[in-house]
C-alpha cells in the first residue's frame, strides 16, 4: 500500500512541476495547491497511518499510529487552503486591473 502512495505522490509532484512551469497564473496556483497536497500525502504515508490501532489506551493492545503526523498535516491542510484561496483572489483582482492572466505579459507591463 504505501508503495501506491509513493508512487502517486511522485505523479502528483510531476504534475505540480508541470504546472508551475506555465505561463497562465491559474496553473500556477493550482500546481501550488497540487504540490502542497502531494507533501501532505508523502507526509502521512511517511508517518505510518497504515500500521498500529487507534491510540486509545485500552482499547487494543499492540503498537499505536502516532497521532502528531496526521494533527500537523490536518493543520497544514487549513493552511494551504487559506494561501490557495489569497492567491485566487489576488489573481482575480489582477485580472480585473490588467486584463490577461499571462505572466511573460504582466512582467512588460511592470517594466515600462
Do not use: C, K, W
Not at 32 to 48: D, E, P, Q, R, Y
Not at 73 to 90: D, H, W
Amino acid at each position: 500500500m504505501e508503495v501506491h502512495m509513493i508512487i502517486l505522490t511522485g505523479v502528483l509532484v510531476t504534475v505540480a512541476v508541470y504546472l508551475l512551469l506555465s505561463r497562465n497564473m491559474i496553473r500556477m496556483i493550482l500546481g501550488t495547491a497540487v504540490l502542497s497536497h502531494a507533501v501532505h500525502l508523502l507526509l502521512i504515508t511517511m508517518g505510518g497511518a497504515a500500521e498500529g490501532h487507534v491510540p486509545l489506551l485500552g482499547e487494543s493492545d499492540g503498537p499505536y499510529v502516532d497521532a502528531l503526523p496526521q494533527a500537523l498535516i490536518l493543520t497544514a491542510i487549513v493552511i494551504s487552503f487559506a494561501t490557495t484561496a489569497f492567491l485566487l483572489v489576488l489573481a482575480y483582482r489582477t485580472y480585473e486591473e490588467t486584463g490577461t492572466d499571462d505572466l511573460n505579459y504582466l512582467r512588460r507591463v511592470r517594466r515600462e
